[in-house]
């Protein structure tokens, strides 16, 4: 159930872009983005595989397993009912710590200002990357004559950014997930599967409005600032997938979405959107670590 919120929440964030560009419809980007997330959690879903085994706790009893799970799924599901996208893997650590506070648990106090560090870090990375990018496009974009093939290469690109993105949530954020069940390789490959299939349907079925709301309100894009989010917003999140730290796609696109368009001054942002985009990033911790905290007290 958990999966299937993530796919419905977090796949506006992967192709929203380019959906708020007009380059893609629904249902071919939802299909772009199941690939990709299949593809991110299965080759590279191990690398935040122990996150809640070693790295920000020793480990989860049963209880506080069920706690976690019940958290992060209630306040997933909220959000997505009000169609706000929101960082899955904030709340989660924050579940986490609410265990820990709950439990007497040890936490990895090393480990866990290394994550709060990179979901500051992560936006900021998110924008210079793309920002870059989208200088470099539009220094190629204007060597090209026609019009009509210059924005069917920006087409082509952003999907391949867009599938960019969604493996790299697939990688992170689904990720984590699968690392909640400590497991030999099998079981965790049968996890990855089972998970990434669940994100799949929770895209097709119930990601509608969580995906307008960032496309028709949130960006309005060309086509190269489009690309540019897209690729940069994925590149930071797989940087920091490679280091192990659990990080906001939620932020880290609209970074790079800020980033795309500072380069020629593009007024993307609708203020009501990003406040409550905003308010998910303070709330979405907060609420995990207090729900946890209570579920702990009343198992």
């Given at each position: 159930m958990l999966s299937i919120v993530l796919g419905a929440n977090n796949f506006s964030t992967c192709l929203g872009a380019s959906l708020g560009a007009g380059i893609v419809r629904l249902r071919n980007a939802a299909t772009i983005a199941s690939v990709g997330i299949f593809l991110g959690v299965l080759l590279e879903g191990n690398k935040l595989s122990n996150v809640f085994d070693g790295q920000m706790l020793t480990g989860l009893s049963v209880q506080g397993l069920v706690a976690v799970l019940l958290s992060t799924l209630l306040v997933m599901a909220i959000v997505t009912i009000l169609h706000v996208p929101l960082s899955l893997s904030q709340v989660m650590i924050g579940a986490g710590w609410g265990?820990?506070?709950?439990?007497?648990?040890?936490?990895?106090?090393?480990?866990?200002?290394?994550?709060?560090?990179?979901?500051?870090?992560?936006?900021?990375?998110?924008?210079?990357?793309?920002?870059?990018i989208e200088i470099m496009v539009l220094r190629l974009g204007a060597k090209i004559k026609d019009i009509i093939t210059l924005n069917r290469a920006y087409a082509t690109l952003t999907l391949v950014a867009g599938f960019y993105a969604a493996y790299t949530l697939g990688a992170n954020t689904l990720g984590l997930v699968v690392g909640l069940f400590p497991s030999g390789l099998e079981v965790r490959l049968s996890l990855s599967l089972i998970f990434s299939i669940a994100a799949i349907v929770g895209i097709f079925s119930l990601s509608k409005g969580t995906t307008r709301s960032v496309a028709d309100n949130l960006v309005g894009l060309n086509p190269s600032a489009a690309l540019s989010a897209q690729f940069g917003g994925a590149l930071s999140v797989h940087i920091f997938t490679q280091l192990g730290l659990p990080v906001s796609i939620s932020q880290v696109v609209i970074g790079g979405m800020t980033g795309a368009a500072s380069v020629k001054q593009i007024a993307?942002?609708?203020?009501?959107?990003?406040?409550?985009?905003?308010?998910?990033?303070?709330?979405?911790?907060?609420?995990?670590?207090?729900?946890?905290?209570?579920?702990?007290?009343?198992?």
């Open positions: 265990f820990a506070l709950a439990a007497g648990a040890q936490i990895g106090y090393d480990y866990s200002v290394e994550v709060i560090a990179s979901w500051l870090l992560s936006p900021a990375v998110a924008f210079t990357i793309s920002a870059l993307i942002i609708n203020k009501k959107i990003m406040r409550d985009i905003m308010a998910g990033w303070t709330i979405g911790p907060i609420a995990g670590a207090i729900l946890t905290f209570l579920f702990m007290r009343l198992f």
